[in-house]
């Protein structure tokens, strides 16, 4: 089975300590990602309010070029990025419910020579993880277990929601599993797939950063060393906007919010850089038991 | 009593859109609709409803009863942010996200929507950069988008955007897609020459 890797555009961008934390994860585990060639915008959540067609084909194109890599097996494709999991999901889903979307998208791929089977499975990261590399694997490969580091996870919307299916839509457990597994605590709380405020934060920004804080001052309350996101917006709204948030609500806001991958890296004593650690506005904190203890590998 | 004015707060039946509804409940999704029982349930799991005009399950209604001025120039369809909450909660399985898109779509068609609010203006310019160069560049186009509505506020995103060039989270020229370019451009002129399909 072959695994390709679609980043999307944050990972290459404002995300880019994600797709760096994730393929030296990845890496140590031996089981290698590949960038899927020529990939286009998946059309995120904007293009949907304006064009929805021609945001499905936009999506579609890249399941097309997948596909193409199979060699007539079926091939799965790791979308790390919330916006572009859900964009490929919907497009796959919406391409058999909805006769004249799959009929627009047939007819225009075909215009260009393309052609999609359905042949590809949408996967995030966390999903490929826990079922196809599998908790025990990534237990012998923690050489750094983080004792003592208490962590909230914080899914967001869209990577469980409403198409996902291999975790918990209002509880769910894989990330808690992945970083208990790393020798972290992780701890029970009510924000776990509330909505960041997504691109309201910098477009309407009383509405969004409110979402934002509210989060941060959930996990502050109950004296999380970090926030872990699994996903480029909330990682940005998360982090980013802490300033103007402690400003706005009047509130010290101070919170290290990293990605899922980073502190699994962490816990497998890759260093600082190779895991985008110097990208963070924020350093992540870690208990004065773990510190003094990363090394080059 | 001079001065005082008289207003009806209600609006006839002739007065509304009979046709919206249908023309709503036509987008993909959004034909179940007809199908809400006015629980409440998605404005009570939508987390940006405090800030809505008008909620929700008012939407659902209003646009079932053909309200069509007064729902697309709500600021409900510009605050959503497809969290999809109310889709997986919503007990009649009403896919209200997609009711939002085809609201926003609609809104947009009109020209019903405001022109300085930033949210459409954000999506329009994603759709202009994706279309292109094929990726998207989030420095850009929220330099744009803040230049458009409220160019004192960039003066203020300053220090913002110099600290995310400093970590390599920003980049001034957007990357460019490897291979066949044109071919992704030939996809979407196909859409713009086939209104059939739309």
């Known amino acids: 089975m072959r695994f390709l890797y679609y980043p999307g555009c944050s990972l290459k961008s404002s995300g880019r300590a994600y797709e760096e934390s994730l393929l030296a994860v990845f890496a140590r585990l031996q089981f290698p990602l590949e960038e899927l060639p020529e990939w286009n915008c998946c059309g995120a959540t904007a293009y949907m309010g304006i064009d929805e067609k021609k945001a499905f084909v936009l999506a579609a194109r890249n399941l097309a070029l997948a596909e193409q890599h199979g060699d007539g097996q079926p091939v799965h494709l790791v979308a790390p990025c919330a916006a572009c999991y859900l964009v490929l999901l919907k497009t796959q889903k919406y391409m058999v419910e909805y006769k004249p979307i799959g009929r627009a998208i047939s007819d225009a791929l075909k215009s260009v020579g393309l052609k999609y089977r359905g042949q590809v499975k949408i996967r995030h990261p966390l999903d490929v993880l826990i079922k196809e590399v599998g908790l025990e694997r990534i237990r012998a490969a923690v050489s750094r277990p983080l004792e003592g580091m208490k962590i909230a996870c914080y899914y967001g919307c869209q990577v469980v929601r409403p198409f996902a299916e291999f975790d918990d839509p209002h509880d769910p457990m894989s990330m808690d599993d992945l970083l208990r597994a790393c020798g972290a605590e992780t701890v029970d709380w009510p924000c776990k797939v509330r909505c960041c405020g997504a691109m309201l934060t910098g477009t309407v920004e009383e509405v969004g950063q409110r979402r934002s804080y509210m989060i941060l001052h959930e996990a502050m309350r109950r004296g999380v060393d970090a926030v872990a996101t699994a996903c480029p917006l909330c990682q940005f709204n998360l982090e980013c906007f802490q300033g103007p948030m402690s400003r706005r609500y009047r509130d010290q806001v101070e919170m290290s919010v990293a990605y899922f991958t980073q502190i699994v890296g962490k816990a497998m004593g890759l260093d600082e850089r190779t895991l985008g650690m110097h990208r963070l506005f924020i350093p992540l904190r870690q208990p004065p038991a773990l510190l003094g203890t990363s090394h080059d590998c | ?198």
């Not at chain 2, 008008?54 to 709500?74: I, N, W």
């Not at chain 2, 019903?112 to 292109?132: C, G, I, M, N, S």
Request: with cysteine; proline share 6%; aromatic share 6%.
């Open chain 2, 1 to 198: 009593m001079p001065g005082l004015q008289i207003q009806r707060r209600v609006k006839y039946q002739e007065e509304l859109d009979a046709d919206f509804p249908r023309r709503v409940a036509d987008m993909p999704g959004a034909a179940d609709l007809n199908r809400c029982i006015q629980c409440g349930t998605c404005s009570a799991t939508c987390p940006v409803s405090s800030f809505m005009d008008l909620t929700p399950r008012r939407v659902v209604a209003m646009t079932r009863a053909g309200f069509k001025e007064e729902v697309l120039r709500s600021n409900t369809i510009w605050l959503c942010a497809s969290c999809y909450s109310c889709t997986v909660e919503c007990p009649k399985g009403i896919k209200i996200t997609d009711v939002m898109y085809a609201l926003k779509r609609l809104a947009i068609q009109e020209r019903a929507y405001p022109r300085h609010f930033p949210t459409p203006v954000l999506a329009r310019e994603f759709f202009h950069k994706v279309r292109q160069t094929g990726r998207s560049n989030e420095g850009q186009i929220a330099t744009v988008m803040i230049l458009k509505t409220n160019p004192l506020k960039l003066l203020r995103q300053i220090p913002l955007g110099l600290k995310l060039l400093v970590k390599g989270r920003m980049s001034l020229w957007t990357e460019k897609m490897s291979g066949n370019k044109r071919q992704l451009q030939d996809l979407l002129d196909y859409m713009d020459t086939h209104k059939e399909l739309r």
